[in-house]
């Protein structure tokens, strides 16, 4: 592997200031001629021949000037073409290529996807369409002219607006589509097909109206309303919130089947794994709903923070990823309940991006060197990005963060910019020095930080001190202090005391900058119980000793709701500790009668209650557990305190089930989904106890649920509890949905957790279910990426077998789909934490792969960084 290294970097010895496509398309002779003007870059040193980049090309003529070029001009192969000598004055190329976008099983490039041929070309994809400078920093206004079969394919789509169509001969007809906005190759988009077409339309705040377009397959006109109506409240919203208004006559979303992500915000034409556009109340849960809305605003978003403001290279991803992560999480706060998404989003970053940061596979949020770059589309770029933006803003305050976007946008719409770029302007629009805040670009790993507190009763104070740790990360052993944003209160009995610091009333932030400091507060009247962390102020490991009586008090006298969250997530850790190490540990009662508590007040915030009910997950156990990690020990533990709360809490938990209960038809609105995901969490946790009533009351609401979040909590429920009515459900569930793909998904997924030793042997078989296919990623991200990320015993079963089921799927699917199969990779990343014979077999399985021959680059990578 040959890495590319930031260091490295040097602007484009050419630039391409247009771009004419000229795409007739063949399901396997696509023909394409591209035909570039250049010029050569005046900010750049770099003299003799023009290198373009190709991938899998056919090379068919070019020409320079019009003029057909002689073969000694040129030199070609699959992986590039160079011009030899270019004229020192602008010039014109064209080049001629052929491509077989059926055989594309990549989906990077030209691919069909069902009957639509279609396009993915983030983040090196344009290459496997024609020879081009395919880096970022090079932006061309593009014209694209798409030739087709009629009948084969009705609507042809590309970036911009369409000027110009007609029909041809033979049945033949073709679309001219123009972007006038100067854009890199990653934001090329072009679709083609038999689809059907659900329209709208949005008054931008000037005025304008802009038309909105979503397709899909035919039929699936019906699922495409929440998406719509989501695409609206996100283009109004990034109006009101950060002034950004849309800048095109037309926006599409079109929906495809086979996806390797989530969705592309290609400029105009945002393509979208159809996971996330298609949702109804009978075929989608509440978190899909969410999800749809969150995906939707978050593509939607790129335009402004990522389209018209690209990245230099590929090692500022988190430019336009952290940042776009940031507005659609604001946005979805402003949606919903922002004290709930930003539990979500926490619990999210510590299972993904914590675990990631604490093994192998740890990199910065901008890293400095890649050996391929679809591997860094982590929850590191992606969600420590944002909580990078969120820290900024908490330091620096929302006026001069809204002052720094603003100054942001102003100053580089239409460019290709870095992270210190970014910075740059909250630095000015600050007046302050954030060079120690960079650091949270450039080092990786999670901080740790160490609390203690004293309260000295009689001077009335309280002092805290506040140490940061920072320990060694791949490449990185020694580290410089950061800085953090720490939000903080005292707490006593009725809530928070009014105490000053330095003098001054206390406004609840301090920014801890060095190694160590110490921090006295006054006016302390009552010992006080320090929650620290207000919000999740910073993405660090916080460590302060609170006994359980602490934790109580936070838990109903915290005015910060996420503390409250996490005084109950805290309390629960410690008995989950405590059980992992001895089962017959007896659950202490307080918890007990807090959770009671909790359930009788849960009618005020059901959203909020259920979170709290909810206990911390296998993997968040094995995170704080850190080493030598017994699976099967954590999964007991929870089993038993899950069992202990069901039977204690039985007749509690029946009555939540009762009293939240929504009445009318289904809205995905979050106060409805809170009392479903309340009554769900209660049915989940009141079904380990396994008694009769519990089984009874799942068995009733899977017969008469009206929504698919009602219906799925109880399979999932049944299938857990592995009797008979489990078996029936699973079977019932199947022949309901099963021309539904993406409902068939949820039941290979609910399957593929199943914490029992048969589950292998299950989901091998499922392996045929003919709803099931290697090729397509939803299906295989459904059972297999399930399977090996969501369940954790049975992935890391004691004889290997996981592993090496888990090793011969990515094997299988790497020639086919390289990313894909990267991807289910990803699943070994904490393997050093695990206890030694499942860590001497992970290792093996992990070796097995990397030794073997023709390994895409992607699952070389992977492999290479997990053992090294
Ligand atoms: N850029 C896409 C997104 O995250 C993924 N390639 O929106
Ligand atoms: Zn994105």
């Known amino acids: ?81 160079s011009l030899h000598q270019p004229p020192a004055e602008p010039f ?25 041929y279609c396009t993915q070309c983030e983040a090196e994809g344009f290459r ?126 079109v929906a495809v089947s086979d996806f390797n992500m989530g969705a592309m915000e290609n ?10 556009v298609l949702a109804l109340p009978q075929t989608a849960t509440d978190s899909d709903f969410a999800a749809v809305e969150a995906i939707i605003a978050h593509e939607y978003f790129h335009n402004w923070t ?45 299972s993904q991006q914590f675990s990631e940061d604490g093994g192998p596979l740890a990199h910065p949020v901008r890293p400095e060197i890649y050996n391929e770059i679809n591997n860094f589309y982590t929850a590191t770029v992606y969600e420590k990005g944002a909580e990078v933006v969120r820290m900024l803003k908490t330091l620096i305050g929302d006026e001069a963060f809204a002052a720094g976007m603003d100054l942001y946008f102003q100053r580089h719409d239409g460019e290709a910019v870095t992270i210190e770029d970014f910075l740059t302007c909250f630095a000015e629009a600050s007046r302050r020095d954030l060079g120690q805040f960079m650091l949270w670009y450039r080092q990786s790993g999670t901080p740790e930080i160490r609390a203690e507190g004293q309260w000295d009763e009689e001077a009335g104070t309280y002092h805290l001190s506040l140490k940061q740790i920072l320990a060694p990360t791949p490449g990185q052993p020694n580290k410089q202090p950061m800085l953090f944003p720490i939000r903080l209160g005292l707490v006593g009995e009725d809530g928070d005391l009014p105490v000053t610091l330095d003098g001054k009333p206390f406004d609840g932030l301090v920014a801890l900058a060095e190694s160590e400091r110490n921090y006295v507060f006054g006016n302390v009247r009552q010992a006080p119980v320090p929650s620290l962390l207000r919000g999740f102020s910073a993405p660090v490991k916080l460590t302060v000793a609170l006994d359980e009586e602490a934790l109580l008090t936070l838990l109903k006298a915290d005015s910060d709701p996420f503390n409250r969250w996490q ?80 039977r204690d809490l039985q007749a509690d938990l029946l009555r939540t089930i009762e009293n939240m209960t929504v009445a009318g038809p289904y809205s995905p609105q979050a106060a409805d989904a809170g009392r479903r995901s309340l009554r769900n969490g209660a049915l989940d946790l009141v079904c380990a106890g396994g008694t009769p009533q519990a089984l009874d009351a799942a ?28 078996e029936r459900a699973l079977h019932n569930f199947r022949e309901r949905y099963d021309n539904d793909p993406l409902v068939i998904d949820k039941w290979m997924g609910v399957q593929a957790m199943l914490p029992l030793e048969a589950t292998l042997d299950r989901v091998k078989e499922l392996m045929h279910d003919p709803a099931f296919s290697l090729h397509n990623p939803n299906r295989v991200r459904a ?37 894909l199969a990267a991807r289910l990779l990803v699943a070994f990343k904490t393997w050093r934490s695990l206890e030694q014979g499942r860590r001497t077999l992970a290792a093996a399985t992990l070796r097995d792969i990397a030794r073997r021959p023709g390994l895409s680059r992607d699952v070389a990578d992977i492999a290479q960084r997990s053992l090294a």
């Open 567 to 646: 005084a109950s997530q805290s309390y629960a850790l410690k008995l989950l500790l405590r059980l992992v190490k001895d089962p017959t540990t007896p659950v202490d009662p307080r918890f007990i009668a807090a959770v009671r508590g909790l359930l009788a007040g849960g009618a005020v915030d059901p959203a909020f209650t259920a979170l709290s009910l909810a206990l911390p997950s296998e993997t968040d156990i094995a995170r704080e557990i850190g080493n030598d990690v017994d699976p099967q020990a954590v999964y007991r533990a929870r089993s038993i305190l899950r069992r202990t709360l069901a």
């Open 306 to 350: 990522g389209n018209r403001i690209t990245c230099r290279d590929w090692f500022q991803l988190c430019l336009k990823e952290g940042l776009t992560v940031f507005r659609d999480q604001e946005f979805s706060s402003d949606q919903r309940s922002r004290p709930v998404k930003r539990i979500n989003d926490v619990k999210l970053l510590r």
């Open 699 to 726: 068995a009733a609401q899977f017969d008469k649920a009206d929504n698919m979040t009602d219906e799925m909590a109880a399979l999932a429920t049944l299938a857990l509890s592995a009797t008979p009515a489990g």
């Open 128 to 253: 496997r369409i024609t020879y081009f400078l395919d880096r970022p920093d090079v932006l061309s206004v593009y014209t694209t002219r798409i030739e087709a079969s009629f009948q084969e394919a009705p609507v042809l789509l590309a970036n911009g607006n369409r000027t110009e169509h007609g029909s041809l001969a033979d049945g033949r007809h073709y679309a001219v589509w123009h972007d006038p906005f100067p854009k890199p190759s990653y934001l090329f988009a072009m679709v083609a097909g038999d689809l059907a077409m659900v329209a709208d339309s949005f008054t931008t705040r000037s005025g304008r109206e802009v038309r909105l377009e979503i397709y899909v397959e035919h039929g699936k006109e019906d699922r495409c309303a929440y998406a719509m109506d989501a695409l609206k409240r996100s283009m109004r919203w990034d109006e009101q919130a950060f002034g950004r208004e849309y800048d095109l006559d037309i926006f599409m979303i």
């Open 1 to 81: 592997l040959e890495p590319v290294r930031l260091a490295d970097y040097r602007v484009p010895a050419f630039l391409i200031d247009t771009v004419h496509l000229d795409i007739r398309l063949e399901r396997t002779q696509t023909r394409i001629v591209s035909t570039l003007t250049l010029r050569r870059n005046p900010h750049s040193a770099g003299q003799g021949a023009l290198k373009l980049d190709g991938d899998g090309l056919v090379f068919v003529e070019a020409w320079l000037d019009g003029v057909s070029l002689p073969s000694d001009a040129y030199s070609v192969s699959p992986h590039g073409f």
């Open 783 to 819: 059972l297999i990426g399930t399977f090996c990320s969501a369940n954790q015993t049975q992935f890391n079963r004691a004889d290997g077998e996981g592993y090496r089921f888990v090793a011969d799927i990515i094997l299988a699917i790497d020639p086919k789909n390289p990313q």
């Open 92 to 116: 014109t190329l064209a080049i001629e290529t052929r491509l077989d976008p059926s055989a594309n099983t990549q989906l990077m490039g030209l691919y069909r996807s069902n009957s639509a």
């Open 267 to 276: 400029k105009g034409l945002n393509i979208f794994n159809d996971k996330y």
